[in-house]
Nanobody, 130 residues
Framework: QLQASGGGLVQAGGSLRLSCVAS?????????MGWFRQSPGTERLFVAG????????YYTDSVKGRFTISRDNAKNTMSLQMNTLKPEDTAVYYC????????????????????????WGQGTQVTVSS
């Protein structure tokens, strides 16, 4: 089970920190995790991902340099620090777990499709005003 929190209303240029706490029978560090977001009338899209150990992170281009994903396996918690927020970041943000990776000639590929996610948390609304 995943419990997300930290959303809210912020002005453009501001910051928010989202958190996701996991509970259940599986060991927290046994699965990759990530954040997706969804605006009204659009599909759920990948924002950021992190591997089991936290040693590798992945971002969609529009948030690189502004968002930072992290995890604390001792506390069963994943976070998304969002800085320099823009109105286009407004969306419902979803915590995701059990995201697969795929081997390729170029290394591990982090699956960014919402259809591949094994478990979802409830969404948390992020609204950025201009």
């Amino acid at each position: 089970q995943l419990q997300a929190s930290g959303g809210g209303l912020v002005q453009a240029g501001g910051s928010l920190r989202l958190s996701c706490v996991a509970s259940g029978r599986r060991t927290f560090n046994s699965y990759n995790m990530g954040w997706f977001r969804q605006s009204p009338g659009t599909e759920r899209l990948f924002v950021a991902g992190i591997n089991r150990s936290g040693s590798s992170t992945y971002y969609t281009d529009s948030v690189k340099g502004r968002f930072t994903i992290s995890r604390d396996n001792a506390k069963n918690t994943m976070s998304l620090q969002m800085n320099t927020l823009k109105p286009e970041d407004t969306a419902v943000y979803y915590c995701a777990a059990d995201i697969p990776t795929h081997s390729s000639d170029y290394g591990e590929i982090f699956d960014r499709s919402a259809n591949s996610v094994g478990s979802w948390g409830q969404g948390t609304q992020v609204t950025v005003s201009s």
